[in-house]
Structures are given as structure tokens and as C-alpha cells.
Nanobody
Framework: VQLQASGGGLVQAGGSLRLSCAASGRTFSTYAIGWFRQTPGNEREFVAAINWSGDSTWYTDSVKGRFTISRDNAKAAVYLQMNSLKPEDTAVYYC???????????????????WGQGTQVTVSS
């Protein structure tokens, strides 16, 4: 499966953005999808994940209540709605596809077999 992330941009603190992860490939609906983010000099960190059917989601503590992950398998897309953005949310955001998802290892980036190219999110104070 191939992934393409989009929707990033520059926004003021308190604002919102919606990221999209568009997929190609017939097996998209069998993959769990995760969003990660990375800042210069740091490792890619887990942000959110959604299982193959979309009925289970997980979030890192710092974004709970502000971010919402969702998916539309008919459109082969996953979304990350980001509200109440903070300057510390500034990063390049990546979506990844995980073929053997486990909630216990959702944050381990090496378990994600495919990655999109990343989209820059910048939150100004």
C-alpha cells in the first residue's frame, strides 16, 4: 500500500487543521493506520492510531481530547482532526500502515511497514 499525507500548514495557537492520509492499494482496509510526528533532531513519535475497521482508536496523552483520528475505507483515507493546536504540536506528521497491529505495540514505528512522505504542521504562538 502507498500512502500520501496532506493537509499541513501554518496555523495560530488554538486553531485547527485536518490532516489526510490517502492510500492506494486494494488491501488498505486490512491495515491499522497510525499518525506519528517528528521534530528536527528527535525520533518519530506516536500520535494516534486506528484499527482496520475504525471502531477502535488510541492517542498519546498530550493530544487526547484535542485530536481525533478517523478513517473511511470506501475512500481509502484516514484523517487526523487537530483542534486547539499548541506550538508544541509543530512537527512533520507522517501516516503509517501497520499490517499486524497490536494495541500494546502501537507506538513502535518499526511495526509500520509503509509510510507517507510527511506533511509539515507549524503552530505559531
Amino acid at each position: 500500500v502507498q500512502l500520501q499525507a496532506s493537509g499541513g500548514g501554518l496555523v495560530q495557537a488554538g486553531g485547527s487543521l485536518r490532516l489526510s492520509c490517502a492510500a492506494s492499494g486494494r488491501t488498505f482496509s486490512t491495515y491499522a493506520i497510525g499518525w506519528f510526528r517528528q521534530t528536527p533532531g528527535n525520533e518519530r513519535e506516536f500520535v494516534a492510531a486506528i484499527n482496520w475497521s475504525g471502531d477502535s482508536t488510541w492517542y498519546t496523552d498530550s493530544v487526547k481530547g484535542r485530536f481525533t483520528i478517523s478513517r473511511d475505507n470506501a475512500k481509502a483515507a484516514v484523517y487526523l482532526q487537530m483542534n486547539s493546536l499548541k506550538p508544541e504540536d509543530t512537527a512533520v506528521y507522517y501516516c503509517g500502515a501497520n499490517p499486524k497491529f497490536s494495541a500494546a505495540t502501537k507506538h513502535e514505528r518499526f511495526r509500520y511497514s509503509f509510510w507517507g512522505q510527511g506533511t509539515q504542521v507549524t503552530v505559531s504562538s
